[in-house]
T-cell receptor
Framework: GESVGLHLPTLSVQEGDNSIINCAYS??????FIWYKQESGKGPQFIID?????DKRQGQRVTVLLNKTVKHLSLQIAATQPGDSAVYFC???????????FGPGTRLSVLP | NAGVMQNPRHLVRRRGQEARLRCSPM?????VYWYRQLPEEGLKFMVY????????ESGMPKERFSAEFPKEGPSILRIQQVVRGDSAAYFC??????????FGQGTRLTVV
């Protein structure tokens, strides 16, 4: 289930189930989006990206969905594994040449 | 191709000292971004630089903080007269124009 922790919302899923992590972005003009995974003590790691001219993009076990109408981005992880436990951030880039703005993050906890 | 290199990984400074954080972008990347992260929180944008230019410093405190990305050498984030509230993880990312940003492993600054 999903709960709000002290700072980061947490999503707990059973190993083997699918995970869906959601992100609301701020600017309707944003044209490029990235999902990052951050493990404890490490820097954010690029997972998958999508441009605003697409609504879906698939990688290995991950799918990103973009709904521009409601400014919503989601990351789907198939067959979640213990190694997927981390904090996941979405980032939006409004225009090339501008910085990336990060969402607040979601902690994914995979239960055995 | 080495990733984004940040050093030092850990830095301890006494109140009032200066902290210098270095970031060497990936080869071929001319865009550098600095972010700050407190424990259990998201990434807060500080500054975005291209070679020899500050593009966006809207997230940088007006006093004590400065950043540069010279023509040769790494990008430097400099914090003068550090205070306890500066203790955080500082992450650097680099990218090509309009492409994904890759992060370093961060510098964890502790002010004692």
């Amino acid at each position: 289930g999903e709960s709000v922790g002290l700072h980061l919302p947490t999503l707990s899923v059973q190993e083997g189930d699918n995970s869906i992590i959601n992100c609301a972005y701020s600017n309707s003009a944003s044209d490029y989006f990235i999902w990052y995974k951050q493990e404890s003590g490490k820097g954010p790691q690029f997972i998958i990206d999508i441009r605003s001219n697409m609504d879906k993009r698939q990688g290995q076990r991950v799918t990103v969905l973009l709904n521009k109408t409601v400014k919503h981005l989601s990351l789907q992880i198939a067959a979640t594994q213990p190694g997927d436990s981390a904090v996941y951030f979405c980032a939006e880039n409004i225009l090339p040449g501008q910085n990336f703005v990060f969402g607040p993050g979601t902690r994914l906890s995979v239960l055995p | 191709n080495a990733g984004v290199m940040q050093n030092p990984r850990h830095l301890v400074r006494r109140r009032g000292q200066e902290a210098r954080l270095r970031c060497s972008p990936m080869k071929g990347h001319s865009h550098v971004y600095w972010y700050r992260q407190l424990p259990e929180e998201g990434l807060k944008f500080m500054v975005y630089l291209q070679k020899e230019n500050i593009i966006d410093e809207s997230g940088m405190p007006k006093e004590r903080f400065s950043a540069e990305f010279p023509k040769e050498g790494p990008s430097i984030l400099r914090i003068q007269q550090v205070v306890r509230g500066d203790s955080a993880a500082y992450f650097c990312a680099s990218s090509r124009q309009g492409s994904e940003a890759f992060f370093g492993q961060g510098t964890r600054l502790t002010v004692v």
